[in-house]
């Protein structure tokens, strides 16, 4: 790769102005026994999003899609400013582990 290669920078997180019927913070624990078809890290989009709706599916909500893409590009903002990246103690603790 080349420095010409460097891709633009985000200059705003994704959804930044999505009022809040807009944009969901995605859980980390499963959805899927609390509210069907909801996005959350342990599982991202549930199966029940890939069913068919005619066989009971349900769309992904629009909302996680906002929710977790804001997530990812505020980190990617945070990193590309050069700011400091403090270590969780329990991510650390958690890899150490395995």
């Not at 102005?17 to 078809?37: R, V």
Request: proline share 12%; glycine share 14%.
């Amino acid at each position: 790769m080349q420095i010409s290669d460097i891709p633009e920078k985000f200059p705003i997180p994704w959804a930044n102005g999505a009022g809040g019927g807009f944009i969901e913070a995605i859980p980390t624990d499963s959805q899927i026994a609390t509210t069907p078809g909801r996005a959350s890290l342990t599982d991202g989009f549930p199966p029940l999003n890939f069913t068919p709706i005619g066989g009971g599916g349900i769309p992904p909500f629009g909302k996680d899609f906002n929710g977790i893409i804001n997530r990812e590009t505020a980190w990617l903002r945070w990193l590309n400013a050069g700011e400091p990246v403090i270590p969780a103690r329990d991510l650390v603790q958690r890899s150490a582990m395995k």
